[in-house]
Every structure is written in structure tokens, then in C-alpha cells.
């Protein structure tokens, strides 16, 4: 999920500064530019700005910067291309929201349309092809989206009339088409739930619906799909509890969510206390983060 920062001039990140040491306090993205939403990926960051331009900074191997090359102006670790400040993505779109995933990017321009770009192996950019691109590609079937969220190899998105389509790797069943069968465009999420948001990241995903109820689906070995279970689900499962949500973000092998009244719970693995209830206990059920 694109984390928005609406109108956010001087954003604050750790890397896109020009310098390659880790930083353990916020560091002003280079270049003076004013961001509307911004999102981190796995070795780069991509955001919009005020203008609706992209910019995408970070690791560039298989052109998950958009600038239409896989090289970059500077090296990184293990002699891999990168940018170490914001770069143009090509094709001057314009567009009002973007998100990085492990090594591709995917965006929605004004009318919206979806385009994305960077590593296709398993068809994670939807364009019918498990080719990759440098350069944005249109994600073809005539879909407009209101929102897009780039997983490790799969995209999921939601439509203006809140349909939820993925497309990709779905070798854990992160389409929620209820198989096990990946593809290179968009497919409906099984079930015909109305969505209103959505996040995808690894193999698993989730989404709210209009009521505030969140569902999820695919990878769930470590209940990051919060039904109670560690079972693998190919179609989309309510999340145990009862709560309502006006957004979740699904990562890795945890998910959390921020409820109407700004309480946030957490479910999935815990072994580093990202679930913030105080322990180091898993939980396929949400648990609230500790205030």
C-alpha cells in the first residue's frame, strides 16, 4: 500500500539523499520537490508530486526506476546500477498515485489508467507479457483504477466501481482468483466483494471493504491473514474479530490495520515485535498494537 502524504514539501526519507550510508534519522529527499504520496519498495522509492509527476529513486537492476534504461548514475552494493536521488519515470503521465513493490512499480494516471514498470518474470506488470520493461506499459483490458499496490511479483488494484483485479505470481493463490495459476493480466478477485482499498506485498494480500470489514488472501503460514488458521487461502477470507477498518496494509509475512478511530492491530508473524503488542507471540488473529 502507497503510503500518502498529502502535501508533504522537505519529505523526510533514509535513502534518495546522494549518499550511500544508512541513516537512523529522517534525511530530506534531494531536489526541493513537493510530494503528494510516496511509497518504498523493497531497494528503491517512487513518489508523486504535486504536479503529478513520478519520481523513483533507489536500486535499478530491472528498471524499476521507469526511466527507460537499467543502468543508473551511480553504483550500489554488489556493483548493481542505481540512483541515489529522484528520477523522472519516462513517458511524461501524469499521475495521482504510485507503489513500489519488490522490483517493479506500477502507477495510476489522472484518468485512470494503470501503467507499470520495472521486473515482469511472472507478469506482475499485467501488460500479457512476462517481459521486462524500463519504461511504464499500460495495463491493458480497459480497467480504470482508483488505487494499485505492487506486491513482490504480483499487482492487485482497485477499480472505480470498487472491483478488485490482481494479476502476477500466484503461486500461493496472492490473486485470490481462487486458483493457483499465475497470470499476466488483471483478473477479478473471487467472491465479488466491493473493495474500497487494497495492499499487496510478497505473496499475500488484503483489502477493506465499503462496511470496514478486511479481507485477505494467499500466503498464510504465518496467519498473516488473520482468520485464525495458517492455511493457505486462494480466495478472499474475513479477518476474525469483528473490527472495522479504514485501511490495512498487508507486508511480508504481518499485516496491520488502522481502525475508524485511529486504533491500530496487528496479526501475523511476531518474531521481532512487529505485531508492537509488548511480546514476541505470533497471532492469526488481530491484536492491538500497545499504546
Known sequence: MALALQGAPGLQCRSGDSFREARTSPVPVS??????????????????????RAFCWGDNFAGEL?????????????????????????GGLTFVTVSAGASHACGVTSDGAAYCWGDNSAGALGDGT?????????????????????GDQSTCGVTTDNAAYCWGDNSLGQ?????????????????????VTI??????????????????????????????T?????????VAGGLSFTAVDAHGQNACGVTPGGQVYC?????AGQLGNGTMTSSSTPVAVAQ
Open 175 to 195: 490473486l485470490g482468483d481462487g486458483t493457483t495459476l499465475s497470470r499476466s493480466t488483471p483478473g477479478p478477485v473471487a467472491g465479488g466483494l466491493s473493495f
Open 199 to 228: 495492499s499487496a506485498r510478497f505473496q499475500a494480500a488484503c483489502g477493506v471493504l465499503a462496511s470496514g470489514a478486511a479481507y485477505c488472501w494467499g500466503d498464510n503460514s504465518r496467519g498473516q491473514l488473520g482468520d485464525g
Open 130 to 150: 512476462t517481459t521486462s520493461q524500463t519504461a511504464p506499459v499500460l495495463v491493458p483490458g480497459g480497467l480504470r483504477f482508483k488505487a494499485v499496490s505492487a
Open 66 to 90: 521507469g526511466t527507460g534504461t537499467n543502468t543508473g548514475p551511480e553504483g550500489c552494493e554488489f556493483g548493481r546500477p542505481c540512483s541515489r536521488a529522484p528520477v523522472a519515470v519516462s
Open 31 to 52: 531536489g526541493g520537490m513537493t510530494f503528494n504520496a510516496v511509497s518504498a519498495g523493497e531497494g528503491f522509492s517512487c513518489g508523486v508530486t504535486t504536479s503529478g
Open 267 to 271: 496479526w501475523g508473524d511476531n518474531f
Open 230 to 238: 495458517t492455511t493457505q487461502r486462494t480466495a478472499p477470507v474475513a
